[in-house]
């Protein structure tokens, strides 16, 4: 069975929770009998297919972008072309882009999509936007959402009804590299240990600027752990506080990444915006058996963190309750422990990889059996 995922940007050019899924359905669905081809956009096309573990990487030029939207010339007869090696579309919402070459294609395999989150910033453009949207999440065979308290709490999907399956973000811990005690010596030498992580794309819906306010005469640190559009203005935000106890580290390689989630107090995740639908960092965080913060805003971060089972869990844009629970769990490390414990058990009942890539293995399957 061939799978071609569609998506806006993939590795290795870009690193994010977005491209960690798709890269967690391909390496979790091989077993089943898929082969996996992603067609993104990229600002490098040399080599313009990029071979990786999970899936080829087909890369069209970007030749612009518009609201976050990608755009690209070479995306369309690239598509094409990938429509007559797939058996299978799997879209990953949202790209705009993909909308119109899912119409101008005529695609005649069954397709998929995941829907990762509403669009939420973009008013009036989302508003001229929203006929073609309805019409393209109208036209194709399935839509998945990724946690039950995402599907309930959006507008979009509510008008779709029963039609809509939930899978969660799955990840197989065998995918991530295991950090050498050289590497762990030099991280607790660099960061110490007990810090409170984050970990993702330094983008305005992460809301950095709470847990930057939150951090002020903290006798503990932050690391944050990442790189994007806003890391001037979060430097900037962190200069004029005069906070010395947070550390920028800019992207990562994977190991590090692995080295400080094992040495970290817990890892937070700030947003309260419904644009950070999951965050695949909390499970990492999990999975490395660390207690979560984050807040309540009804998105998919509060299936993955329960409140005193996994985690704690505040009010939205409060710098005073995110400090309050960095505060709780550094003065006291048995609870930090014992949720940390509760954070691994949720992981390995609802989130490991096996569990996702059945699902959409099963998916695929039914669609080819059953097409339309």
């Not at 989130?351 to 059945?358: A, D, H, K, S, V």
């Amino acid at each position: 069975m061939r799978v071609l995922h569609v998506y806006r940007t993939y590795f290795p050019e870009t690193q994010g929770g977005l491209e960690e899924t798709i890269r967690q359905i391909c390496l979790n669905t091989a077993s089943h009998g898929v082969e996996s081809r992603v067609l993104c956009t990229s600002d490098t096309t040399e080599p313009r297919v990029v071979r990786r573990n999970e899936a080829a990487v087909y890369r069209s030029r970007r030749s612009g972008e518009i609201a976050s939207c990608s755009l690209s010339v070479e995306a369309f007869p690239m598509f094409r072309r990938l429509l007559g090696w797939a058996h299978v579309v799997h879209y990953h919402f949202p790209w705009p882009l993909a909308d119109v070459m899912h119409f101008t294609g005529r695609v005649d395999v069954p397709t998929v999509v995941t829907y990762h989150s509403d669009i939420v910033r973009q008013r009036v453009l989302g508003w001229l936007y929203a006929p073609l949207m309805r019409r393209f999440l109208g036209s194709v065979d399935r839509i998945v959402c990724t946690s039950p308290n995402y599907l309930a709490s959006s507008k979009v999907l509510k008008f779709f009804g029963d039609g809509v399956d939930v899978v969660p973000i799955g990840l197989d811990e065998k995918s991530y590299p295991e950090a050498t005690d050289d590497l762990l010596e030099r991280t607790h030498a660099d960061y110490g240990s007990g810090f409170f992580l984050f970990i993702g794309v330094l983008r305005y819906y992460k809301c950095l600027h709470i847990l930057l306010e939150a951090m002020r005469g903290a006798s503990y640190r932050a690391v944050i752990v990442g790189s994007g559009p806003l890391e001037r203005e979060l430097k900037d935000q962190c200069q004029r506080l005069g906070l010395s106890n947070v550390t920028f580290t800019g992207y990562l390689p994977e190991p590090s990444k692995v080295a400080l989630l094992s040495q970290c107090r817990a890892v937070v995740a700030p947003s309260y915006l419904r644009a950070e639908a999951f965050g695949v960092a909390l499970l990492e965080g999990a999975m490395a058996k660390k207690p979560l913060v984050t807040t309540e805003v009804g998105s998919g971060t509060s299936h993955v963190n329960i409140q005193g089972e996994t985690g704690l869990v505040v009010e939205p844009a409060s710098p005073e309750a995110f400090r309050e629970a960095m505060d709780t769990l550094y003065r006291d490390p048995e609870l930090a422990q014992t949720l940390g414990a509760g954070a691994r058990c949720r992981f390995e009942r609802l989130f490991n990889g096996r569990m996702m890539g059945e699902r959409y293995a099963d998916i695929y399957a039914s669609l080819l059996r059953n097409p339309g």
